[in-house]
DNA sequence: GGCACTAGTAAGTATTCATTTACAAATGTT
DNA sequence: AACATTTGTAAATGAATACTTACTAGTGCC
């Protein structure tokens, strides 16, 4: 039982909630991946984190063991969400060119619906990878949509419909950055040409003509 | 005069170097922009930047207020010197068409040089451009070659080797998205891929693929 | 019901960090 | 030469921060 000081903080406690641990560590979850991708890993604070989570610092070392583990779970945690939703898409019943737009479209697509995805992706190549390079979870990060970009392009090599040779890795970065750049560095684009960037009818119209980019260019190494 | 025990530091003290204020400033300046592109802006250290500047801290409060002061004139820094560059840009001499290739060239090679351009800018925006927005060196940060991209899209429009009616800001954004981002998300984008994408002939036939993608669409918008 | 273990709370600790204080030396001005 | 100002050094300060310690309460198992 408690001694006399102690015993004093039990009629402070408010009555403890019930026990949830998977409902605890979601909310840390959640909350970090709001407060890192808001301000970076090095901008991110524990007791932050703790209070948007509404549990306690030390259930943070509990489930995640420092800071960097945190982080690590979180990038984790959404990249497993990309990788979940990339496994969904079919391409096998549209042409190479077709497919390769409605590739398109679920990048572009998943990065405006995830601007956390964005920051958080971001953040990392500002560390170099550094943390995600410690990450063992390296089938939850890999992404399956690679492998349909190559399938489109031997499947368009097959039939003809497009050049052959095609290097898949870097038409894929290409329509990433199509996808990825104007959400990335919005603020400062902002800034510089004093245009917002951020309205939505910019944006929509920014997708389509990156997408007819696409379009055209794909077209062209027919 | 020194009292008695503040006395014996000047036994301690080394002897002062000459006094050099523009040189201690600049050796801050590129102490922090080394700095804050490695790690970022909270992941910076003023007494790591002190170090690398052979300088004391005292210094850099006296010369830029406080660590933001830093930060932003490091960003100013790096932003006028692209301005300077760009103001170099002439594309008077050749076809709409060829001149948009060309700063097309000066983008992706400036950004090829500065690393550290890429890394500020990433940096800049995970904080919401927060401390370029405090910037009052406005005329430094704007950038002319979107002028230069307008001018271009109109001269083109008159010859009618372009069509008309296009839009400058969303031809610039892809423009530098395609020479950007393979850059800026190098690091995460060779862990996921397990690819290397930093190394020079990776980039280089990075860059030409990217314009030919967009080489490909100035002559389809013809 | 008792015991062992885990989830969770509250508070504390050591270190880090930006910034300030106090002062000395270099330099410019009179 | 004396004085004023600026550049620069060294150390200190207060706040912030990640993480740990000590403990309580909830829960599972026997």
Redesign the pocket.
């Known amino acids: ?3 006399g000081p ?2 004093e ?2 009629g ?10 998977e ?3 979601r909310r840390i979850l959640e909350a970090a991946t709001e407060e890192f991708s808001a301000v970076g890993f090095e901008g ?4 932050s984190i703790a209070r948007k989570a509404k ?5 943070i ?2 489930y995640f063991g ?3 583990g945190l982080y690590v779970a979180v990038l984790e945690q959404a990249l497993s969400d990309l990788r979940e939703e990339e496994l969904q898409l079919t391409v096998d019943t549209f042409s190479p060119r077709e497919g390769l737009l409605r590739l398109f479209d679920f990048i572009s697509g998943h990065f405006d619906r995830h601007p956390e995805l964005v920051k958080l992706l971001s953040g990392e190549n500002l560390l170099d990878a550094a943390h995600l390079r410690r990450s063992d979870a390296t089938p939850v990060i890999s992404s399956p949509l690679l492998g349909l970009v190559t399938q489109l392009l031997e499947r368009g090599a097959a039939d003809q419909s497009l050049r052959a040779g095609l290097n898949p890795l870097h038409l894929y970065v290409s329509m990433v950055a199509l996808s990825y750049f104007h959400l990335s560095n919005a603020a400062t684009l902002s800034v510089i040409f004093t245009t917002d960037l951020r309205c939505d009818d910019w944006r929509a119209e920014h997708r389509a003509m990156a997408r007819n980019m696409l379009d055209v260019y794909l077209g062209a190494i027919a």
């Open positions: 039982m408690a001694d102690k015993g903080t039990t402070k406690r408010q009555t403890r909630v019930r026990r949830n641990p409902e605890t560590r991110g604070r524990i007791d549990a306690n610092q030390r259930m070392y509990h420092d800071k960097a």
